[in-house]
């Protein structure tokens, strides 16, 4: 019997769909059946939803697209839940008729990683409701933005701890289940050390609540765990005083020694708020960079920022800005909405040890511009190198190098569309660029960090991890139906070179 609806029976009932209502599903033949084809014994009709099951070619198209286009995979169906219980009954569905069902965001993972090839793609947007906040804590649904969350809570003068770095847009389930990294990493860790509780449904369809108190092995399965073993209904994020005002400057520097240096110990000591870093070559090939700090206050007093930077050895400074809260929360969300959106992009994102970064970006920078396809403004390109305390992530899905210190480098690679050479060498530049940090002792950050073979996934998590995450697999999601991809647990029979 077919595991799957093949491609060619599903276009064939797509083009039946057009004109008529899906009515459930043929266990005899494994395909939707039409209402006018109800009369199957082996008929199984769908469940009743409060949202909608939708089997139109131009929802299936939408939800199969990523930030990467670099996969497309044409779900049978796409939920919009209008409540939990319609996740619960589908997952529930599925495991009776071996669909496969994924949740998608917002779709910035950019390896395919929302997709689920003939099976069941959940759009996160109709959960987006975020709760009144408490002194302590908000509770956000999965597919609320993090700018939905701010909204939410500045008006009370509280924030969670981590906002994302770069982009307001992205989901708390999405960013939940992958990690999480923003400009306060270095103090805090990522998001998912940062929320307490969590509603999950788990794969054989089950609503449980878990937090490190109760359930704790999900919990901890589910944090950065790509939709494994759960789908992240609602999430408790603990609260903090948030700051007004926000004084933001770049420090600048031409020497790489003294650079890494300085972030190093500006990340140890925490003397700023938020911390950000950024590479940057001119186009006279000239590699310059930029640690960008910004320290919270309230008016009238401001920051000392001489005190601050006493005994750093950056070269020049960009004059201080000082702005609310919000404006700093949202200060990339004008260049966001300027990137093109239909590039290629096989983004890489790598942990690196602090003690072979300097090594390590010394292959990066002996890339040519043609090579690196990173973003140019101006003919200037950049890339982001921001470091980190590594005890702080806590998460053992998070995986980061032993070390006590690592850099964050973020290469938001892209190429023309339909040019497949230099796609092409991008992604053996990303292979090569992965074997170099896996010899350096570094770790991958899973989104943004190729398609991955079982046997990478094991080295990636290390034997212990991997023997958690195989068992609660089992235990959570014994049919194996939530998540195709990425494939963890089996190698995908098409062969890929992302
Ligand atoms: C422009 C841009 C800016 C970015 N900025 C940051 C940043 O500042 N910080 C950072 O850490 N990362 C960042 N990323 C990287 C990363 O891709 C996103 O953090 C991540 O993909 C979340 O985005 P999303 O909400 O669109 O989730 P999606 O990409 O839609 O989903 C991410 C993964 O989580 C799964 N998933 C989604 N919702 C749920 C759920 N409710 N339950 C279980 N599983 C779920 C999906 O199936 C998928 O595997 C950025 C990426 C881009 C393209």
């Given at each position: 019997?077919?595991?799957?609806?093949?491609?060619?029976?599903?276009?064939?009932?797509?083009?039946?769909?057009?004109?008529?209502?899906?009515?459930?599903?043929?266990?005899?033949?494994?395909?939707?059946?039409?209402?006018?084809?109800?009369?199957?014994?082996?008929?199984?009709?769908?469940?009743?939803?409060?949202?909608?099951l939708l089997f139109d070619e131009v929802s299936r198209q939408a939800i199969a697209v990523d930030r990467g286009n670099l996969?497309?995979?044409?779900?049978?169906?796409?939920?919009?839940?209008?409540?939990?219980?319609?996740?619960?009954?589908?997952?529930?569905?599925?495991?009776?008729?071996?669909?496969?069902?994924?949740?998608?965001?917002?779709?910035?993972?950019?390896?395919?990683?929302?997709?689920?090839?003939?099976?069941?793609?959940?759009?996160?947007?109709?959960?987006?409701?975020?709760?009144?906040?408490?002194?302590?804590?908000?509770?956000?649904?999965?597919?609320?933005?993090?700018?939905?969350?701010?909204?939410?809570?500045?008006?009370?003068?509280?924030?969670?701890?981590?906002?994302?770095?770069?982009?307001?847009?992205?989901?708390?389930?999405?960013?939940?289940?992958?990690?999480?990294?923003?400009?306060?990493?270095?103090?805090?860790?990522?998001?998912?050390?940062?929320?307490?509780?969590?509603?999950?449904?788990?794969?054989?369809?089950?609503?449980?609540?878990?937090?490190?108190?109760?359930?704790?092995?999900?919990?901890?399965?589910?944090?950065?765990?790509?939709?494994?073993?759960?789908?992240?209904?609602?999430?408790?994020?603990?609260?903090?005083?948030?700051?007004?005002?926000?004084?933001?400057?770049?420090?600048?520097?031409?020497?790489?020694?003294?650079?890494?240096?300085?972030?190093?110990?500006?990340?140890?000591?925490?003397?700023?708020?938020?911390?950000?870093?950024?590479?940057?070559?001119?186009?006279?090939?000239?590699?310059?960079?930029?640690?960008?700090?910004?320290?919270?206050?309230?008016?009238?007093?401001?920051?000392?920022?001489?005190?601050?930077?006493?005994?750093l050895q950056f070269a020049s400074a960009t004059a201080p800005v000082s702005m609310t809260y919000r404006e700093y929360l949202?200060?990339?969300?004008?260049?966001?909405?300027?990137?093109?959106?239909?590039?290629?992009?096989?983004?890489?994102?790598?942990?690196?040890?602090?003690?072979?970064?300097?090594?390590?970006?010394?292959?990066?920078?002996?890339?040519?511009?043609?090579?690196?396809?990173?973003?140019?403004?101006?003919?200037?390109?950049?890339?982001?190198?921001?470091?980190?305390?590594?005890?702080?992530?806590?998460?053992?899905?998070?995986?980061?190098?032993?070390?006590?210190?690592?850099?964050?480098?973020?290469?938001?690679?892209?190429?023309?569309?339909?040019?497949?050479?230099?796609?092409?060498?991008?992604?053996?530049?990303n292979r090569a660029l992965l074997a170099k940090m896996t010899e350096l002792g570094g770790k991958r950050n899973v989104p943004?960090?190729?398609?991955?073979?079982?046997?990478?996934?094991?080295?990636?998590?290390?034997?212990?991890?991997?023997?958690?995450?195989?068992?609660?697999?089992?235990?959570?999601?014994?049919?194996?139906?939530?998540?195709?991809?990425?494939?963890?647990?089996?190698?995908?029979?098409?062969?890929?070179?992302?």
């Amino acid at each position: 019997m077919e595991e799957h609806l093949s491609r060619r029976r599903f276009i064939k009932l797509a083009a039946v769909a057009g004109g008529a209502t899906i009515a459930g599903f043929d266990l005899s033949v494994r395909s939707w059946v039409t209402q006018a084809q109800v009369q199957t014994p082996s008929f199984q009709s769908i469940p009743k939803l409060d949202g909608a099951l939708l089997f139109d070619e131009v929802s299936r198209q939408a939800i199969a697209v990523d930030r990467g286009n670099l996969f497309h995979r044409l779900p049978a169906a796409v939920l919009r839940p209008g409540s939990v219980q319609d996740v619960i009954t589908m997952v529930q569905y599925a495991n009776q008729h071996a669909l496969k069902i994924a949740i998608k965001g917002q779709g910035h993972s950019p390896y395919g990683q929302t997709q689920a090839e003939a099976g069941i793609v959940i759009d996160s947007s109709t959960f987006g409701a975020v709760h009144t906040p408490t002194l302590e804590s908000v509770d956000a649904q999965c597919g609320a933005l993090w700018g939905e969350v701010a909204t939410a809570t500045l008006p009370k003068e509280l924030t969670p701890r981590v906002f994302p770095a770069t982009c307001m847009a992205l989901t708390v389930g999405g960013t939940l289940s992958v990690g999480g990294h923003g400009s306060t990493s270095h103090r805090y860790g990522a998001q998912v050390d940062n929320v307490t509780e969590l509603d999950v449904v788990t794969g054989d369809g089950r609503l449980v609540t878990c937090s490190p108190a109760h359930e704790s092995e999900l919990f901890n399965m589910v944090l950065a765990g790509l939709g494994q073993c759960g789908i992240i209904v609602r999430a408790r994020i603990p609260l903090i005083p948030a700051p007004s005002h926000v004084m933001l400057h770049n420090l600048l520097y031409t020497d790489l020694d003294n650079y890494l240096k300085d972030q190093l110990r500006i990340a140890a000591d925490g003397r700023f708020n938020s911390q950000r870093g950024l590479m940057s070559r001119n186009q006279e090939g000239k590699w310059s960079f930029t640690i960008e700090v910004g320290q919270f206050f309230s008016p009238p007093t401001e920051p000392n920022l001489a005190a601050l930077e006493a005994g750093l050895q950056f070269a020049s400074a960009t004059a201080p800005v000082s702005m609310t809260y919000r404006e700093y929360l949202y200060r990339f969300e004008a260049r966001n909405a300027t990137q093109p959106i239909n590039r290629p992009s096989p983004y890489l994102t790598l942990y690196i040890p602090a003690s072979a970064t300097k090594e390590y970006l010394s292959h990066i920078f002996a890339l040519s511009p043609e090579r690196a396809r990173l973003p140019q403004t101006n003919g200037v390109e950049t890339f982001s190198c921001s470091p980190l305390n590594t005890r702080r992530f806590t998460c053992p899905l998070f995986t980061v190098p032993t070390e006590e210190q690592a850099f964050s480098v973020w290469l938001f690679r892209s190429v023309d569309p339909g040019d497949q050479a230099a796609l092409s060498a991008v992604l053996a530049s990303n292979r090569a660029l992965l074997a170099k940090m896996t010899e350096l002792g570094g770790k991958r950050n899973v989104p943004n960090s190729m398609v991955l073979s079982h046997e990478e996934w094991k080295a990636h998590f290390g034997p212990n991890v991997w023997q958690r995450l195989s068992k609660a697999k089992q235990k959570y999601d014994p049919k194996s139906v939530l998540s195709p991809e990425p494939a963890m647990f089996s190698d995908h029979k098409e062969s890929s070179d992302a």
